[in-house]
């Protein structure tokens, strides 16, 4: 190993790795894996090498370091990283030589105090800190990634992005920049992150380290593949995973789903999925069926089995103190809990906690009740709701984790949450595929389909979703849905929720996973404060609940579903292979077209076939953009497009636009 100081530069070098110190900082800068550069920092002056997260180990690489008078130099496949002797970190494509990022200081005056460092540090308490990165703006840059957020948002810059898990908002802090970078910030901390037009600034409320990684590559899908090296890719997506699901809150009895998924078959419609919504259970953190509403699990499942339907089971990961579980998982740490008062972070039919996800013992226990009650009846899908955890109200450092205080951990948790299911399933020899409502970086190694929480059903919300579908596909997850129709005041009766469910159906059949589901009028009494209270059901939810023009369209696009299957697994084999996401905005696949930097209505699903779905109400017709370097096909009238040109389609309601490329011949409306 080699080791040497370089005093003219404050730093030394000791294998891989560039150590540079001064008074009260102490930077790492290493590689990890191909084309890729790690930092660390502290004032601590301990670098924690251990604390990785949920980062797999990287490939071994050599980089080339060279030591010039007060700077320092790494070298690793595309990306180089300098460090001056003062300190001042920056990173450039190594082949073109363009620079990716440069550290933003202001005002560094030796006679008086600075107006801002790029990096910040507050002591909370210990060795922690509040703490603060910043990097100089580039007017011309465009930022996407980073979770799902429905802040109606493409394009991220100019934004701001609060780095927390809540229902309907999911962190995965990963941003591609179309400078030609990916940068992971390493750090389940709750914070910010800041793409404003004065700086790039990323914030952490409670860290020990800044920590994070700068990935170069000359085209996002280069990025892309080092990404999900480093964070992991996707299982194989099961082949029955791919077709419809049928979803609803909720069905209350054995009986009422199982007729359900009966019509549908007599119907002659393809069902893939079927799914039981919560308070299925006796008691939040008891796991388990309430046998008065199921008394035969296994004899449902099994005649679902023989109808060629799997059946999907709602998870809350609640804990009611009155629950038969409570007790030991109290005594034995499996809980979170509260730093001052009363350990209770969620009120929802009687005060709840949650199992402790980040805590290895909690996992296994949870799943020895889930092994209990419901895969040793054939149950092998499970939905994971409350990933977050939600809690009533965000207060973070009032929440013990057993990862640490929820301000520097709780992002974590919904990757925990997966590991159990997964952990457990894997154990069974059983293949994964899970729903959670929650990720963050790594989600997707654990099988699991996100989706975009509890959303309203309007157009101003389907609009948003289309958004984050293409953020999303930035960060690693190929398993990807929605509620289609949104969750929330949807009425079958309403011929503008039927429009919108219709126009919200199409895109689902052109989305990762394809799934129904809704909290429909007429809409029960409910007292969620009630602890003895009942949790009734919404309306109707399936595909003939919302008239007859609705339901002949819809069954067509159930099997226009059926026909893509083929090309959808081959993207998913893909997306298992390389990381290559299944939905991606144009950028994605068009990164030197400036002109679809801000097209955010469109995409293509895989190669070949470019989707723009219809997200206007009563709209007749809508715009589509044709990148240029492709010759494009209308996939229903045949019709050869030139490429690199905005055209007006016609969009009656039974239609959605579809544009193949590649010679790729799509039989969809055939």
Same mark, same amino acid.
């Given at each position: 190993?080699?080791?040497?100081?370089?005093?003219?530069?404050?730093?030394?070098?000791?294998?891989?790795?560039?150590?540079?110190?001064?008074?009260?900082?102490?930077?790492?800068?290493?590689?990890?894996?191909?084309?890729?550069?790690?930092?660390?920092?502290?004032?601590?002056?301990?670098?924690?090498?251990?604390?990785?997260?949920?980062?797999?180990?990287?490939?071994?690489?050599?980089?080339?370091?060279?030591?010039?008078?007060?700077?320092?130099?790494?070298?690793?496949?595309?990306?180089?990283?300098?460090?001056?002797?003062?300190?001042?970190?920056?990173?450039?494509?190594?082949?073109?030589?363009?620079?990716?990022?440069?550290?933003?200081?202001?005002?560094?005056?030796?006679?008086?105090?600075?107006?801002?460092?790029?990096?910040?540090?507050?002591?909370?308490?210990?060795?922690?800190?509040?703490?603060?990165?910043?990097?100089?703006?580039?007017?011309?840059?465009?930022?996407?990634?980073?979770?799902?957020?429905?802040?109606?948002?493409?394009?991220?810059?100019?934004?701001?992005?609060?780095?927390?898990?809540?229902?309907?908002?999911?962190?995965?802090?990963?941003?591609?920049?179309?400078?030609?970078?990916?940068?992971?910030?390493?750090?389940?901390?709750?914070?910010?992150?800041?793409?404003?037009?004065?700086?790039?600034?990323?914030?952490?409320?409670?860290?020990?380290?800044?920590?994070?990684?700068?990935?170069?590559?000359?085209?996002?899908?280069?990025?892309?593949?080092?990404?999900?090296?480093?964070?992991?890719?996707?299982?194989?997506?099961?082949?029955?995973?791919?077709?419809?699901?049928?979803?609803?809150?909720?069905?209350?009895?054995?009986?009422?789903?199982?007729?359900?998924?009966?019509?549908?078959?007599?119907?002659?419609?393809?069902?893939?999925?079927?799914?039981?919504?919560?308070?299925?259970?006796?008691?939040?953190?008891?796991?388990?069926?309430?046998?008065?509403?199921?008394?035969?699990?296994?004899?449902?499942?099994?005649?679902?089995?023989?109808?060629?339907?799997?059946?999907?089971?709602?998870?809350?990961?609640?804990?009611?103190?009155?629950?038969?579980?409570?007790?030991?998982?109290?005594?034995?740490?499996?809980?979170?809990?509260?730093?001052?008062?009363?350990?209770?972070?969620?009120?929802?039919?009687?005060?709840?906690?949650?199992?402790?996800?980040?805590?290895?013992?909690?996992?296994?226990?949870?799943?020895?009740?889930?092994?209990?009650?419901?895969?040793?009846?054939?149950?092998?899908?499970?939905?994971?709701?409350? @990933?977050?955890?939600?809690? %009533?109200? &965000?207060?973070? =450092?009032?929440?013990?984790?057993?990862? $640490?205080?929820?301000? *520097? #951990?709780?992002?974590?948790?919904?990757?925990?949450?997966?590991?159990?299911?997964?952990?457990?399933?894997?154990?069974?020899?059983?293949?994964?595929?899970?729903?959670?409502?929650?990720?963050?970086?790594?989600?997707?190694?654990?099988?699991?389909?996100?989706?975009?929480?509890?959303?309203?059903?309007?157009?101003?919300?389907?609009?948003?979703?289309?958004?984050?579908?293409?953020?999303?596909?930035?960060?690693?997850?190929?398993?990807?849905?929605?509620?289609?129709?949104?969750?929330?005041?949807?009425?079958?009766?309403?011929?503008?929720?039927?429009?919108?469910?219709?126009?919200?159906?199409?895109?689902?059949?052109?989305?990762?996973?394809?799934?129904?589901?809704?909290?429909? @009028?007429?809409?029960?009494? %409910?007292? &969620?404060?009630? =602890?003895?209270?009942?949790?009734?059901? $919404?309306?109707?939810? *399936? #595909?003939?609940?919302?008239?007859?023009?609705?339901?002949?369209?819809?069954?067509?696009?159930?099997?226009?579903?059926?026909?893509?299957?083929?090309?959808?697994?081959?993207?998913?084999?893909?997306?298992?292979?390389?990381?290559?996401?299944?939905?991606?905005?144009?950028?994605?696949?068009?990164?030197?077209?400036?002109?679809?930097?801000?097209?955010?209505?469109?995409?293509?699903?895989?190669?070949?076939?470019?989707?723009?779905?219809?997200?206007?109400?009563?709209?007749?017709?809508?715009?589509?953009?044709?990148?240029?370097?492709?010759?494009?096909?209308?996939?229903?009238?045949?019709?050869?497009?030139?490429?690199?040109?905005?055209?007006?389609?016609?969009?009656?309601?039974?239609?959605?636009?579809?544009?193949?490329?590649?010679?790729?011949?799509?039989?969809?409306?055939?």
């Amino acid at each position: 190993m080699k080791h040497y100081i370089v005093p003219d530069f404050n730093g030394e070098i000791i294998g891989n790795r560039i150590e540079w110190e001064t008074a009260g900082e102490l930077v790492y800068l290493e590689p990890y894996g191909e084309d890729a550069i790690r930092f660390r920092s502290s004032k601590s002056l301990h670098i924690d090498t251990d604390l990785n997260w949920t980062l797999l180990e990287p490939k071994e690489v050599t980089p080339r370091i060279i030591v010039e008078e007060k700077k320092a130099v790494m070298i690793n496949g595309k990306i180089r990283a300098e460090i001056t002797g003062d300190g001042t970190v920056s990173y450039y494509n190594q082949e073109t030589g363009k620079q990716l990022l440069e550290e933003y200081w202001i005002d560094i005056r030796t006679s008086t105090a600075p107006l801002r460092r790029a990096r910040e540090y507050r002591v909370t308490s210990g060795n922690q800190f509040k703490m603060s990165l910043y990097f100089k703006p580039d007017k011309k840059e465009h930022f996407y990634g980073m979770g799902q957020d429905a802040n109606d948002c493409f394009d991220l810059k100019g934004s701001t992005v609060e780095l927390c898990q809540k229902n309907g908002k999911c962190t995965i802090p990963f941003a591609y920049s179309t400078k030609g970078y990916g940068f992971i910030w390493n750090n389940p901390a709750i914070g910010q992150a800041e793409f404003v037009t004065n700086h790039t600034r990323w914030h952490a409320q409670c860290a020990k380290q800044i920590d994070y990684i700068v990935i170069a590559g000359n085209t996002p899908e280069e990025i892309n593949f080092r990404y999900t090296e480093i964070t992991g890719q996707a299982p194989m997506l099961p082949e029955w995973a791919a077709g419809f699901w049928q979803c609803k809150l909720r069905y209350e009895t054995q009986e009422e789903l199982l007729g359900v998924a009966r019509e549908y078959k007599r119907r002659g419609l393809p069902i893939s999925v079927i799914i039981i919504d919560y308070f299925h259970w006796t008691m939040q953190g008891e796991w388990k069926f309430d046998p008065e509403k199921w008394p035969d699990p296994k004899a449902m499942v099994e005649e679902l089995n023989e109808m060629g339907i799997k059946l999907m089971v709602s998870i809350w990961p609640t804990v009611d103190p009155r629950s038969e579980n409570y007790s030991l998982m109290k005594e034995k740490n499996y809980i979170i809990r509260n730093e001052m008062g009363v350990d209770v972070v969620f009120m929802f039919y009687g005060p709840q906690t949650y199992y402790d996800a980040t805590y290895d013992k909690a996992q296994q226990f949870v799943w020895s009740r889930a092994n209990e009650n419901y895969y040793r009846y054939g149950i092998k899908n499970f939905w994971l709701d409350e @990933a977050e955890p939600e809690m %009533r109200p &965000y207060d973070y =450092p009032n929440v013990r984790m057993y990862a $640490g205080n929820a301000e *520097e #951990v709780s992002n974590l948790y919904c990757v925990g949450y997966a590991k159990t299911f997964y952990d457990g399933l894997k154990a069974q020899g059983e293949e994964v595929c899970n729903l959670i409502r929650c990720a963050w970086l790594g989600s997707q190694r654990y099988g699991v389909v996100l989706w975009s929480g509890d959303i309203a059903s309007n157009f101003e919300s389907f609009r948003k979703q289309v958004k984050v579908g293409l953020n999303v596909a930035f960060c690693g997850i190929p398993w990807w849905t929605t509620d289609i129709g949104g969750f929330a005041n949807g009425d079958p009766e309403s011929e503008e929720f039927r429009e919108l469910l219709v126009r919200w159906f199409q895109f689902g059949v052109f989305c990762p996973i394809f799934r129904l589901h809704g909290f429909r @009028a007429p809409y029960p009494k %409910r007292d &969620y404060l009630d =602890p003895a209270g009942y949790c009734p059901s $919404g309306g109707p939810n *399936e #595909v003939w609940s919302f008239g007859e023009e609705a339901y002949e369209i819809l069954t067509k696009f159930m099997f226009i579903r059926e026909k893509i299957k083929p090309y959808l697994m081959e993207q998913m084999e893909r997306a298992s292979e390389m990381g290559t996401p299944v939905m991606r905005p144009l950028v994605y696949d068009f990164p030197e077209e400036e002109q679809v930097y801000e097209v955010a209505d469109e995409y293509m699903f895989g190669p070949d076939l470019l989707v723009a779905p219809v997200i206007e109400k009563g709209a007749k017709t809508r715009e589509v953009y044709l990148p240029a370097g492709k010759n494009w096909t209308d996939v229903k009238t045949k019709k050869k497009l030139q490429g690199g040109r905005w055209i007006q389609v016609e969009t009656p309601l039974d239609y959605i636009p579809l544009f193949s490329c590649n010679d790729h011949d799509f039989m969809i409306y055939d």
